[in-house]
């Protein structure tokens, strides 16, 4: 039980830099609206600049917070902690970027839904966050969890952002 509140304290910066664009994003695409070899667009322009800054600060805001007022199991100190922190929040914001760059790689369009969407981001976090986070953090069961609880809620939540006007798409 414990390991598992553990398991989502750990996700919610990751979770807060994923979601956060959709308020704050807008504005020039971090692509500068320019072209991959395959003449298709590097990242699209649902990738903004504004939205990859904002993305990382709230979540790194969360990261600080959470450190503050909980020690994770995960890290060794709460120095590491917080670093860990900032490496989930912008992870998290650039494995959605890497996710658009191979969404716009296999031609879909910016906006149309894909399975990947829902877990790339977390995925790509989790293991950027490798070099300082206890190793024992990769058992099975908790990858299993993360990434589940990932495509269950990203999906939900952005039904709900889409419910309430925040989201052109309810995905
Ligand atoms: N957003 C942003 N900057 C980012 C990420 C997201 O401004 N770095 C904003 C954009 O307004 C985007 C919205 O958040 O349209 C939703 O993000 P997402 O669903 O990840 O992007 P899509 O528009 O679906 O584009 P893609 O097909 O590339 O995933
Ligand atoms: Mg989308």
């Known amino acids: 039980m414990n390991e598992i509140i553990e398991l989502l304290i750990i996700i919610v910066p990751a979770y807060i830099a994923n979601s956060s664009p959709v ?3 807008g504005g020039t695409p971090m692509d500068l609206g320019k072209n991959f070899l395959d003449k298709e667009r590097i990242f699209g322009e649902g990738k903004t600049i504004r939205g990859f800054f904002a993305g990382s600060f709230c979540g790194i805001v969360a990261g600080a917070i959470i450190t503050m007022i909980h020690k994770s199991i995960f890290f060794s ?7 860990g922190f ?3 929040a912008v992870g998290s914001i650039s494995g959605d970027a890497v996710g658009s760059f191979i969404k716009r790689r296999l031609k879909f369009e910016s906006g149309k ?5 829902s877990i790339f981001f977390i995925i790509f976090a989790l293991i950027a966050v490798s070099p300082i986070i ?3 953090f990769y058992r099975l069961e908790n990858i299993i969890f993360i ?3 990932t495509a269950v809620l990203h999906p939900l939540t952005n039904f ?3 419910k309430i006007g ?3 798409v309810p995905w």
């Open 160 to 162: 709900i952002a889409n």
């Open 166 to 168: 925040l989201k052109r």
């Open 134 to 136: 206890k190793q024992d």
């Open 23 to 25: 308020l704050f994003g």
């Open 77 to 83: 100190d709460p120095k590491t902690q917080f670093l």
């Open 113 to 117: 839904q894909f399975w990947l969407d």
């Open 86 to 88: 900032v490496i989930l």
């Open 147 to 149: 990434i589940g609880l």
